[in-house]
């Protein structure tokens, strides 16, 4: 699973060739029903990993996933952890696991996390299950319109309206998920299209993901041009870029030809650390992105999209684009980003190596007050090699981020979507995906409270994951998101709308309570002998960092 | 609130006349915004509670909330806990709330008791935030199809393009949800419609819910004529028809005609206990509804629906009339059914009063093995007058609702949704709305997970309610539901995916984790004494009752 996870999504779509079938599928000769034939077929495709959270019309699917070899179930308690774990699982093993989820008000669930999944480019498959489509007419009390609901968060919506059909439909959903970068496909299997037989027994389908499209050569050498031109210029690197051969492509085109680099403020998965190529990320805020951009008069889009504001802001601009500045698309998120990259390399002449490649170092253990800038420094003290760190830290996550720049070679999983509560399930997901790495995942007191049932899953399934969780007691970000939108100043109400901290929540109760080892370190020095046992120590751990 | 509350929902349009605008809000000069446009009129329509989880795009409507006088906010820290307490305020206030959510995966995480709420017939406003109207375009991180996921969860979908159209779309909003029986109104509020200022300053428009409209009587004739000649008549009961009014309406007419009456599955609201009308509850399981209705010769429906099973299984009815029965509208859902209902009962010269009336009765604490049962009886010798009871005990509810049978009166809220996470968000809500109530909560464990940062939300207002967690390890529910769809023997991974118990939730862990008070119990003993004292003491209460 690892080494898929490393490889180019692209390419997995060739693995799956009619000679990896095994024999056995096709020759059978008994009968099955429709959710096993579904099951097989995804099977076949490699999903292997089905986070769910079942309800009564999806019993033949728990059914069949209890009978068909090869698939392994992963309970949540909340749809918003199964959906955010499947995204942690796709984005780090590069192709999709399913998602099993219950009606409308269970997707319903599950869409926030599906949202943030859809903005990374993640393969998902999701699986929905609806009531019968006999029983849809009368409105039963769990009713609902499913792919109205699915629609704004996949790029692909089917329904299996007979039994024959799921096959080719999830075979058809597998290749959808596994296009560049990568896509939600929702697949709603009403009950008796899951329970009636099939009346013959082919070999499951094979899904056909189609290849990521080429950037044509006229689009490289124009890109070339520019940089020539452009007296300052800007390369914008997003989704597969940040992966390691990519980026070292990028490097040497900087080094060619003087331009920058820099990552769109979120990124899907970045692959940094000592010995690859640093990038510098374009500000959250806006007044801050256009300050950092300022002077650049191209900005050359790989992978990455014309950068925007997160949020508009009364009299500030939406468009990040410095004046005088003027942007040119190398390739767009949805065609063969990395190879764009290497050609462009080629075209300017560039080097083969580069001399700026991140060199290793520790910032030291954190001292004095603990903070998020300690907390960070501790991080990237103790950060192990190959380490995958799910970064929600929002307003705390910075320090961490800059702390760790120098540390071994790591992966590193941002929130594309913007929808808190992401965090804990992404960990889990990328736990499971790669059972060998320590999974870091450093959260917002806020944004941990949405999804926390996912310490569960973790818990359940031995995961090796650490949360660290900083306890500010508030949505820190929306203080100062208040006052950035001209709200005026907040009274004793809005404040009341803004921080956590009444109650305190105790979260490493909480994680006890779901069977997580947990500590809570008030002091620089208790957290970092807290962190350097969770990372001595294999097994799912919180520290709650009370700040 | 509370005499609000007793009253009929449908008389709540007439306290909104003119002469109740308070004349400082008409008069003022100076400018205002549009968040704060909208809030006020709001207030004006009698909307005085906004649970809420806001983000950056909803900032001016926490500064109007901050600004604008009469609007208490109440922060849930999921969405799922904030729609959940919007529904259980709407059913006891009988007039909604607002909710303030962030964008579409804001809106998201609350659809799943959004959807209870509908199916409940709940008058909810949701306000949900937006881009401004020209950043919409850009497809920032945030950014998704609002409309698509609020249509299936709400009767009624706008959004406001310009600041000027949100009181007028805010009254529209609040005219809507006061419909019969109480519907979903979903208000999408873009950033700069929020922050725009407003031209001119008018007195907030005034909401003129339509009133239910009155059954004809032509039908009240035809129901009567059917009553007296069917052989076996059964009414259906739905909705409004459960308040205590209109149920001693129907035992009238059934003391007239013989008829039988019954209950849906599932009600938003039965006003029942000693010196009220009992009446049967149709069973959930399709077969035995069936078996309940043997016979019966006319349905006539009151408020109610036709019978539909909650789910289809393989070759068993989806309409659970039986065999030689039809069926006969009294009064839809959206009608005048207490209305309706009395003029049944004078039509077919029905008694004044009725001796069939609950006999007030307790079933004594209960003793040996603590269970389901036994937890039932002594909630039915302690349940104090007045009380409410949010029910979502699934497996475990039904004794409690038994043995609570003659308890002093008491308001009965149920799921009506089948979207499980709703009961302690309910029980929250409830609490806003009647704050001199007790409230109890019975709560499965699975359900309980969803939504268990409600109980933050408890402790934060010092609601008064207690929780009573059925903690038997299990989606107990799915475990009979695997057998009776056919799905075979589960084996290993199927049990794995209904059950919860690896590792064990320690929910008086959860509980005091988020600051209310909490014991665990796992005998009778302990149990009754747990119980009593929560009921001698104000303030929220957890009790994980271990099975």
């Known amino acids: 699973m690892i080494a898929l996870g490393q490889s180019n999504p692209r390419q997995i779509g060739i693995a799956f060739g009619p000679d990896r079938w095994p024999a056995d599928l096709a020759a059978g000769e008994h009968a099955m029903n429709g959710a096993e034939a579904l099951i097989e077929t995804l099977v076949a495709n490699g999903v292997e990993v089905c986070f769910n959270n079942p309800g009564t019309s999806e019993m033949h699917l728990v059914g069949a996933i209890d009978k068909v070899p090869g698939m392994r179930p992963i309970l949540g308690l909340f749809e918003g952890a199964v959906t955010g774990a499947a995204d942690g699982y796709g984005r780090m093993a590069g192709k999709p696991a399913c998602t099993l989820l219950h009606l409308g008000p269970g997707l319903g669930n599950g869409l926030a996390n599906l949202h943030n999944a859809k903005k990374a480019g993640t393969p998902i498959v ?280 120098g540390a071994p070679p790591h992966d590193w999983l941002q929130l594309t979507g913007g929808s808190i509560g992401l965090g804990i399930p992404l960990a889990t997901g990328a736990a499971v995906a790669c059972p060998d790495r320590k999974v870091v995942c450093i959260q917002g007191d806020g944004g941990a409270m949405y999804t926390i049932q996912a310490l569960w899953t973790q818990a359940r399934e031995g995961l090796d994951v650490v949360t660290i969780v900083f306890a500010n007691r508030s949505y820190a970000i929306l203080n100062i998101e208040f006052d950035r939108v001209g709200a005026g100043k907040a009274g004793e109400k809005a404040q009341s709308m803004l921080e956590i901290g009444n109650p305190e929540i105790n979260f490493a109760e909480l994680a006890r309570a779901m069977g997580v080892n947990a500590m809570r370190c008030t002091t620089v020095e208790a957290f970092n002998k807290a962190l350097a046992d969770c990372m001595a120590t294999k097994g799912p751990h919180l520290i709650e960092a009370v700040l």
């Open 126 to 405: 999701n699986i929905v299950g609806e009531h019968a489509t006999y029983h849809r007419k009368y409105d039963a009390p769990l009713s609902s319109d499913i792919a109205s609901l699915a629609r704004p968060m996949s790029h692909w919506v089917q329904t299996v309206e007979h039994a024959a059909d799921g096959p080719r439909l999830a075979s058809l959903a597998v290749a959808e998920a596994l296009g560049t970068p990568g896509r939600i496909a929702t697949l709603i299997l009403p009950a008796d299209s899951a329970w009636n037989e099939l009346g013959r027994r082919d070999a499951p389908p094979r899904a056909r993901p189609a290849a990521a499209p080429q950037v044509p050569g006229a689009r490289i050498d124009a890109a070339a041009k520019a940089l020539r031109e452009a007296k300052s210029a800007a390369i914008v690197l997003g989704n597969d870029a940040m992966r390691e051969g990519p980026l070292l492509a990028a490097a040497r085109i900087a080094a060619a030809t003087g331009a920058r680099l820099y990552a769109e403020t979120f990124s899907k998965r970045t692959e940094r650390g000592a010995g690859r190529v640093a990038v510098k990320t374009i500000p959250y805020f806006a007044e801050m992105a256009l300050d950092e951009l300022k002077g650049v008069d191209l900005l050359l889009l790989a992978g990455a999209r014309i950068p925007i504001a997160f949020f508009a802001y009364p009299g500030k601009a939406s468009v990040l684009v410095p004046e005088g500045a003027r942007t040119q698309d190398l390739a767009r998120p949805d065609e063969d980003v990395p190879d764009a990259l290497e050609a462009l390399a080629e075209a300017v002449g560039a080097p083969r190596s580069v001399n700026t490649l991140q060199e290793a170092k520790r910032p030291g253990l954190g001292e004095g007050r603990l903070n998020a800038h300690e907390i960070g420094r501790t991080l990237g003290e103790l950060l192990p090699e190959n380490a995958i760190v799910a970064d929600e830290g929002c307003t705390c996550g910075l320090w961490a981020s800059v702390h760790t720049a």
